[in-house]
Nanobody
Framework: QVQVVESGGGSVQAGGSLRLSCVAS????????MGWSRQSPGKQRELVAT???????NYADSVKGRFTISRDNAKNTVYLQMNGLKPEDTAVYYC???????????WGQGTQVTVSS
């Protein structure tokens, strides 16, 4: 089992920036991959970005060039720096962890990000 504390959401205008943080605790092997997904009304849940313990990173096409994921392995913390935010980035963002990307799960309540035009 994994416990996470997500923070950093908020409301910004288009073009603005936010930085999300997720501090995780629990089974260490389930923290091999960490990342963020998002859910907005009427849309499918989207896996936004992932990063492995070794530093391999993947982004959804929708955020490439604007979002940057990073992690501090010593603190079991993953960050998502979001720049150039767009109204379509409005969603609840969830911290995910897992052994593999395919086995990642959401563990927290999410943090709301709202981007106004």
């Amino acid at each position: 089992q994994v416990q996470v504390v997500e923070s950093g959401g908020g409301s910004v205008q288009a073009g603005g920036s936010l930085r999300l943080s997720c501090v995780a605790s629990g089974s260490d092997f389930r923290l091999n991959v960490m990342g963020w997904s998002r859910q907005s009304p009427g849309k499918q849940r989207e896996l936004v970005a992932t990063i492995t313990r070794g530093g391999n990173i993947n982004y959804a096409d929708s955020v490439k060039g604007r979002f940057t994921i990073s992690r501090d392995n010593a603190k079991n913390t993953v960050y998502l720096q979001m720049n150039g935010l767009k109204p379509e980035d409005t969603a609840v963002y969830y911290c995910n962890t897992g052994v593999l990307v395919s086995s990642m799960k959401e563990w927290g309540q999410g943090t709301q990000v709202t981007v106004s035009s």
